[in-house]
């Protein structure tokens, strides 16, 4: 599906989509607790959808109604052949949880994710006697546990999806567990993993983010469990609003853990007047000026930052570019060349990128295949000079299958 993006002024009020990293990290959750967990206002985008055809594969009863998941878990495994769609958390979280049965399970995926090297889950779970096979480093991987618990030390410079996943999986494996992780990045998504495990009755303990001690034999604790908004997904309206708008945005919580809740820091570096309350921020169009930030902990704000940087007066810099390679597409790259085809000019030194900010103009982008590619272009043609054309639009729906809709919402002419 492709979409015609007509410069467009906008206004009005909309919420932001629910948290697909927290949606799954919930559901997960709830798939290693007896009795029927109730999570509200999950995210029903494909990554989501992907994890609960793994819960249900894994044994758990899951019922799906308007704003509700009902989960019961604790079940006995059904399928031996797990499809974590394009989702890195879902290969990355679930695989420890899989290794928990002594059935040989096969963990595949589709799009991207078979591009995505997968060494660093073989290496983990092999330090704790679980079979693990990859082909060549990459999908599919053949897992058989079970996994007992014990001592380990990982990688985590390139994610932290794993250590998610550890942290899940091993609280209800017979022996305790001590995970020492090296060069951990993006840390805000592990005080997320925390926050949910501790709302199902799960106790971790962290000394820093270098040496997580779990006790084994814990019991997960079925309950209720409410998703919250999305600040990555949010981080494409603020931005949109402080180009041409004037916008409220639901749900998006000023006491969120996330890591892309820094995006306030830098709309306030960037000059952008915004109105900040306990659920909702409003942002109006401001005359926007260069800004540093250091997104290496969370890289997913790269796209959104680099649109609010190409309105900006001045060279931006955004720091944390080598977060970015085995990303939906190598953002780096496709950044610098579908914006440089609507007239911006982008460049890497070391491990920063440098956006000239100066006039969108119209034309034609691809996506790459990348939610956060298609979005970013969406966004930049509100100011553009003309209407941008994004091809493969349709890839929102792997985070946000109502992005298209939302922004018609607020006012924007979008042609398909």
Request: with cysteine; net charge neutral.
């Amino acid at each position: 599906m492709d979409y015609f993006v007509v410069p467009s002024e906008i206004s009005g009020s909309v919420t932001a989509p629910p948290s697909k990293s927290m949606t799954q990290r919930a559901i997960a959750a709830a798939l290693l607790a007896k009795g029927e967990s109730i999570i509200t206002n999950p995210s029903d985008c494909d990554d989501s959808l992907a994890a609960i055809n793994i819960a249900r594969a894994l044994g758990a009863d899951v019922t799906r109604e308007p704003g509700i998941l009902r989960i019961s878990g604790a079940g006995k495994i059904r399928e031996q052949l797990l499809n974590c769609g394009e989702s890195g958390l879902a290969i990355r979280m679930f695989s420890p949880v899989a290794a928990l049965n002594v059935e040989e399970i096969i963990m595949t995926g589709t799009g991207s994710l078979v591009k995505r090297p997968m060494s660093i889950i073989e290496d983990a779970l092999r330090q704790f006697g679980v079979k693990c096979k990859s082909e060549g480093g990459f999908l599919p991987l053949t897992i058989q546990g079970p996994l007992r618990g014990g001592h380990c030390e990982i990688d985590g410079s390139l994610s932290s999806q794993l250590l998610t996943g550890l942290l899940m999986a091993l609280p209800v494996t017979e022996k305790d567990s001590i995970i020492i992780v090296n060069n951990l990045k993006s840390k805000p998504y592990i005080d997320m993993t925390l926050q949910v495990l501790k709302s199902f009755g799960i106790n971790i303990l962290k000394t820093g983010y270098s040496r997580f001690e779990i006790p084994g034999n814990q019991k997960y604790k079925a309950g209720k469990f409410e998703v919250e908004g999305d600040w990555s997904g949010g981080a494409f309206l603020l931005v949109a609003g402080a180009i041409n708008g004037d916008i409220r945005i639901e749900g998006l919580r000023a006491d969120s853990l996330q890591s892309d809740k820094a995006i306030l820091n830098v709309l306030d570096s960037a000059g952008v007047r915004t109105t900040i309350l306990e659920n909702s921020i409003t942002v109006r169009k401001s005359p926007l000026k260069a800004f540093f930030f250091d997104a290496t902990e969370s890289p997913d704000l790269f796209p959104p930052l680099v649109t609010l940087a190409a309105f900006c007066r001045g060279k931006s810099t955004i720091k944390g570019v080598s977060r970015l390679i085995h990303k939906e597409s190598n953002r780096a790259e496709a950044l610098i060349t579908e914006f440089g085809r609507i007239g911006i000019r982008i460049e890497t030194s070391d491990d920063n990128m440098i956006v000239s900010g100066g006039s969108v103009k119209g034309g034609e982008v691809s996506s790459h295949g990348d939610h956060r590619i298609a979005m970013a272009a969406a966004v930049a043609a509100l100011g553009s000079s003309g209407k941008i054309l994004i091809k493969n639009s349709g890839c929102v729906a792997k985070s946000w299958p109502l992005f298209f809709e939302q922004l018609r919402r607020l006012g924007t002419m979008i042609w398909e």
